[in-house]
């Protein structure tokens, strides 16, 4: 609070990016948040946004109408004001600039945030996600594989969970040798088991061998990952880098592993990218499509010049491989990267998901996310810039991840439990540090943190608002009948991702969307069943028999469903009418306004769209700036629904 | 010359096909006077390949003959025929010279330019009969049921004879002050005697589109008087009305030089220009095949694949042509103006942008009837040279002449409206896919011949069946159905950011296995929909409260129980 020095401008303007539309309204600096409230009020929107959501701010040169501030936010927002007053300018940017780096992490939004949950609620959404249960369900511990020790202390690991599992013929002093052979002592255990085949995904760091060392621990480590294997002679081990990588690696004293030391390995190299490639990947692609009338040409030029659907398809056809090997082969897998906590985990998380339908679910995925990614140490601090960032640190692995499950739901409409806004609202809180899930960068450090005992998980959040995230064409009969999902890896499959790059640029999304429509049709019918539930237990209270039922014709007219207004963030359905807590708000504060307006009819999904917003070029002469005809008026709708 | 004598080879047997997602199979091949039949005549349920000759694009044959060997024994030949719905066929025919005589019989037979000789004319399914009405509707029927036309325009008939403009129907809607004399004199003044008529009057404020061609004020700065009084009784007395060039102005400026040019300022006063840049004939026909090449080479990289999209520019077509059209709606709609759109020859781009305009604006083109009524009154009417257009597709070898996938291109247009207010259009992508198939090769006349002229000479009324009108048959139309249709008076304005505008994959990508899953993934949707319109009602407009209709009824049953109580 003490770096707060002016919590309220007045008369501040806010632009949009793409037009030269402006709102003008109030800013308000609170501990947690940067709030702006239109001031028409009609139909005043609002804008919440954590400090943790905001990557920069910066302050431009003084114009003539005052001191812009730009902002942009790690979930892709943009935001530009402009701050009538050049001192209050200043001071809400140093405030920023103190807010938005926390230097503990006492001070992340987390440790404050209370949804009005006690204790044992609490802890009951810590439970939610069990992986010892996850081990038993994909059928381990089993007569090939066991969990061992070794790690409870944290004493041959640091960045691995205590509990790991690794071949029964694996003993303590192979595993401790072999992690010493191994970058930061991540040697190589189980990540996911291949039940029907007995075929083990595994994972670990890069060997340390240098130009000729080699470790008969780490030797033996992998041997017995083949032994506990019987389908298959050999074992593959991916080694997720472009050889080029592996090789200058060799240099300093690391690499990969020689298959003359090792028996029966099948070595090959995948080609993803290192961290920073892909930061600067992201950049450009951000660049180009935050660009103000942007042209097809340069956007279809900027989009290949940025390389990002090129990662994104790398990352997948290193998990097709990997799938393919485990399904088809019945063979072991081991992946590694350099450390094994980015490309190892894209990989592993993205290959599991490909081969079991599981992780297709809504609660599949979490427990996905969790065993691969959070248990297994990708630095989520650091590569998300939770604390005291470090520049080169930070790059977008999570989001390609995500990216990459987006892509196979837009191969496979059918197959995926969840629908985007699942995904979109997981990235959006894995850089929120509103929850704890996704803070520190390893097991040991929550468990430093406290983070169970001080902080809520997001795991229960995002389940008792499931129905805002499901796919209603979801069909399990299909993940049945096609258990291993084989994606095709044809160029035209990788499409732009708008509703996450462009997720707040409101003017790009289409004004009505299939999804959402099924879904309140759905939702709706629901509730109307419920209702008829409801009644007919009061009526048999009073003794009254309900059936049968005389058949009445004509239907009644009944007002419609309550349409969601835009594809992004939408309101989705009932639930949104609750009352929202503030977590609600920072996110979908714009939406929850709107609810109030909904009711009045369909009509208001199409207002959505008006010609300034799209930029068909604006009208020359004075002709432009005329009273507008009634229909405008309707379209206020929409300027309280774009930011 | 007789049909028939192309054949040379009418029959081959024991010949394989080979499709994209279906095994290879055997069967008898055969060829006739408009269609390449393929039977696989195995068994009882023996299944049929039809396709129209005129659908065929291109032919390329490969012969093998196995050297060594007597003549036809161990010679085969592989034809591989790819069609203008850009579905790629191969067809391996034993023996070389059937092989060879096949293909020629395809070669001359698919391209002929006879229209009495084409297919249309021959077709006569038993539940379609000859008499009747052709089309859905005429310019004077229009002009019947559009009330708020009556006050200031009329139905003018001085093209009745196709003197003043032969690519004009014999009836057109111009303002009503204007008569027929003026009308002649500003035909000499405009390419093609295309002068200024109605195409649009939009049902919230009266203004109009209209559509005209270019002015032929040539070098020297000509004008018409005919000309301004015409559009001077458009905007009738109101301050100012656009006039959007498709042109960019230096090019309007370069028409000049070969007689054309534009309408000037001092001339024009109370019309404001703007010049937009569109891309025509040729260039948007090898975009199409630039395109569809780049969709049927699978081995690209991301990168590659990228690059050649945009080289295609297809998508850079689709944006201008959104984008222009949500200019004309924009003046229409939110600043309340008359508009004239025309670029050159006022029957492609035109055409292109103010029917998209009308479908943005006007709710009632977004039904099935009223969409085709929109592209029967827009394009068939309005003269779009369909015939030479679309004489060629994106495969063809042949040399281009006048080809041009305008059509295409505001089909794929409507696709991306679609995509944006997937509620908003009666009419689902099939029916577009349809027409993309119909306007290349079609059992039914209506897309054949360049303009109502041509159509009457050849007696097409007469002798074929309309499209248009068999796809509103009660059984037919179903399939064409939106299931989520719901009816809004407002504009839809779609977004023209790039990010929101996408490849057509249901059309470039038909043949691939990506729509497979897509059409599973339709079809689910479809029968969620379906599954709560159950008891929908004769009524449209009762479609969706019906939804829940059944649960309803209980429900106030229910109700009715409770208040005896």
């Not at chain 1, 042209?295 to 290949?304: A, C, F, K």
């Not at chain 1, 999804?515 to 509730?527: A, C, G, I, N, P």
């Not at chain 1, 939408?570 to 306004?593: I, M, N």
């Not at chain 2, 195995?42 to 390329?60: G, M, R, V």
Request: aromatic share 10%; hydrophobic share 35%.
């Amino acid at each position: 609070m003490e770096h707060i020095r002016t919590p309220k401008v007045e008369q501040v303007k806010l632009l949009d990016r793409f037009s030269n539309k402006s709102v003008t309204g109030t800013l308000h600096l609170t501990a947690t948040h940067l709030i702006f409230v239109e001031s028409n009020s009609t139909s005043a929107q609002e804008i919440w946004i954590l400090h943790h959501h905001i990557a920069s701010v910066e302050k431009l040169s003084l114009t003539t109408s005052g001191c812009p501030l730009l902002i942009q936010c790690r979930n892709f927002r943009l935001v530009h004001f402009v701050i009538p007053r050049e001192r209050d300018c200043h001071d809400i940017y140093s405030s920023l600039l103190r807010l938005l780096r926390p230097v503990s992490y006492d001070e992340l939004y987390a440790f404050s945030y209370n949804p009005k949950q006690n204790d044992q609620e609490r802890e009951e959404g810590w439970q939610l996600i069990d992986l010892a249960a996850e081990f038993e369900r994909m059928g381990v511990p089993c007569d090939q594989w066991q969990l061992t020790d070794v790690n409870r202390e944290y004493k041959v690991c640091k960045t691995y969970p205590r509990d790991l599992y690794v071949p029964i013929t694996a003993s303590k002093p192979i595993i401790v040798g072999s992690s010493k052979f191994r970058s930061k002592g991540r040697f190589p255990v189980l990540t996911y088991f291949y039940q029907e085949k007995k075929a083990a995904v595994c994972r670990c760091s890069q060997p340390l061998s240098g130009f000729s060392a080699r470790c008969l621990e780490d030797e033996h480590m992998l041997q017995a990952i083949s032994k506990a294997n019987h389908n298959s002679r050999y074992i593959y081990v991916m080694d997720t880098r472009p050889k080029l990588n592996a090789l200058a690696n060799r240099a300093a004293g690391k690499g990969y592993e020689n298959e003359d030391n090792y028996s029966n390995i099948r070595f090959q190299f995948v080609g993803i990218e290192n961290i920073h490639v892909m930061r600067g990947s992201l950049q450009k692609l951000l660049e180009v499509v935050g660009t103000r009338s942007l042209s097809m040409t340069d956007y279809l030029v900027g989009l290949e010049n940025s390389g990002w659907l090129r990662h994104i398809k790398a990352i997948m056809d290193a998990a097709i491989f990997l799938a393919k090997a485990v399904t088809v082969e019945g063979a072991s897998v081991l992946v590694h990267c350099s450390d094994g906590w980015d490309r190892t985990a894209q990989v592993c998380a993205l290959g599991s998901l490909l081969m079991d339908p599981y992780y297709r679910t809504i609660k599949g995925f979490m427990v996905l996310i969790e065993k691969d990614w959070i248990s297994f140490g990708h630095k989520f601090a650091d590569r998300c810039d939770q604390l005291d960032p470090d520049p080169k640190e930070v790059s977008p692995i999570f989001t390609q991840f995500l990216e990459c499950v987006w892509q196979l739901t837009e191969q496979f409409p059918q197959a995926f439990e969840f629908s985007e806004w699942f995904l979109i609202q997981i990235h959006e809180h894995v850089h929120s540090c509103q929850f704890g899930n996704f803070l520190g960068n390893s097991q040991r450090q929550r468990e430093d943190l406290q983070l169970k005992e001080r902080t809520y998980s997001l795991w229960a959040h995002l389940l008792s608002e499931k129905q805002n995230y499901l796919n209603p064409l979801f069909s399990p009969s299909v993940a049945e009948s096609h258990p291993v999902l084989e994606p095709s890896t044809q160029a035209y499959h990788f499409k732009f991702w708008r509703n996450m790059y462009n997720q707040y640029d409101r003017s790009m999304h289409p004004r009505q969307s299939i999804l959402k429509h099924v879904l309140t049709l759905q939702e709706s019918k629901r509730e109307l069943e419920g209702t008829v539930q409801a009644l007919k237990t009061k009526l048999q209270k009073f003794g009254v028999s309900t059936s049968p039922l005389k058949p009445q014709t004509p239907p009644r007219e009944r007002s419609l469903p309550p349409r969601p207004q835009s594809l992004i963030l939408g309101a989705p359905l009932l639930s949104r009418k609750e009352v929202q807590q503030e977590e609600d708000k920072e996110v979908f504060g714009e939406e929850a306004r709107e609810d109030a307006p909904a009711s009045t009819g369909g009509e208001r999904t199409v207002e959505g769209s008006s010609a300034t917003e799209n930029g068909y070029g604006e009208l020359m002469g004075s002709f432009g700036s005329k009273n507008e005809p009634g229909v405008v008026t309707l379209e206020f709708g929409v300027a309280r629904m774009t930011c | 010359m007789e049909l028939s004598e192309h054949i040379k080879t009418a029959n081959v047997e024991d010949v394989t096909l080979r499709r994209p997602f279906h095994p290879a199979l055997r069967g008898t091949l055969c060829v006739t006077s408009h269609h390449l039949l393929f039977s696989d005549r195995k068994d009882e349920a023996s299944w049929q390949l039809l396709i129209l000759l005129k659908n065929i694009d291109a032919i390329e044959k490969s012969v093998e003959n196995l050297f060594g060997y007597p003549r036809a024994v161990g010679s085969s030949g592989t034809i591989t025929i790819k069609c203008k719905d850009l579905l790629v066929l191969q067809l391996e025919i034993p023996g070389m010279e059937e092989c060879l005589n096949i293909a020629s019989s395809i070669e001359a037979l698919s391209s002929l330019e006879s229209v009495t000789e084409m297919y249309p004319f021959f077709y006569r399914p038993s539940h379609l009969t000859l008499n009747g009405p052709w089309g859905l509707s005429s310019t004077e029927q229009y002009y019947k049921q559009t009330e708020r036309l009556w006050d200031r325009w009329r139905v003018s008939t001085v093209n009745s004879d196709y003197s003043v403009c032969p690519s004009y129907p014999s009836a057109v809607i111009v303002p009503r002050e204007v008569d027929d004399d003026k009308l002649i004199h500003s035909a000499r003044f405009r390419q093609g005697g295309r002068f200024p008529v109605l195409s649009y009057c939009h049902h919230r404020n009266g203004m109009v589109i209209m559509r005209s061609s270019q002015p032929l004020t040539g070098a020297n700065k000509k004008r018409c008087k005919e000309d301004e009084l015409l559009l001077q009784a458009v905007i009738d007395g109101s301050e100012l009305g656009y006039i959007i060039d498709l042109r960019s102005a230096q090019q309007a400026q370069q028409a000049r030089m070969t007689g054309g040019g534009f309408e000037s300022k001092s001339f024009y006063s109370h019309w404001k220009r703007i010049h937009r840049h569109h891309e025509r004939g040729k260039v948007v026909q090898e975009s199409l095949i630039k395109l569809v090449e780049a969709c049927s080479d699978p081995s690209h990289s991301v990168d590659r694949w990228l690059s050649k999209l945009e080289n295609s520019k297809w998508l850079s077509h689709v944006h201008s042509a959104l984008s222009t059209a949500g200019l004309v709606v924009e003046c229409v709609e939110r600043d309340g103006h008359s508009v004239l759109v025309h670029g050159s020859e006022g029957t492609d781009n035109t055409l292109l942008v103010s029917s998209l305009a009308q479908l943005i604006l006007d709710p009632a083109s977004r039904t099935v009837t009223g969409f085709l009524c929109l592209l029967e009154r827009e394009w068939i009417q309005a003269g779009h040279p369909f015939q030479q257009r679309c004489a060629h597709s994106a495969y063809s070898h042949a040399r281009l002449k006048q080809e041009c996938p305008i059509f295409l291109l505001l089909l794929d247009c409507v696709w991306q409206v679609w995509r944006q207010f997937p509620l908003a259009l009666e009419f689902s992508e099939a029916l577009l896919l349809r027409l993309a198939q119909e306007v290349y090769a079609s059992n039914y006349g209506t897309f054949l011949c360049n303009s109502e002229q041509e159509r009457c000479a050849a007696g097409v009324k007469e002798n074929t069946h309309c499209l248009f009108q068999s796809l509103l048959r009660p059984d037919i139309e179903e399939q064409y159905l939106n299931p989520l249709y719901e009816p809004t008076d407002l504009a839809i304005w779609p977004s023209v950011h790039p990010q929101s505008l996408q490849l057509w994959t249901g059309l470039f990508l038909r043949w691939t296995e990506y729509a497979q899953n897509m059409e599973e993934a339709r079809e689910e949707v479809w029968s969620i929909v379906k599954e709560h319109h159950e008891q929908a009602g004769p009524d449209r407009t009762n479609n969706t409260l019906s939804t829940h209709c059944d649960t309803l009824t209980s429900f106030e049953n229910l109700m009715d129980e409770l208040t005896i109580l």
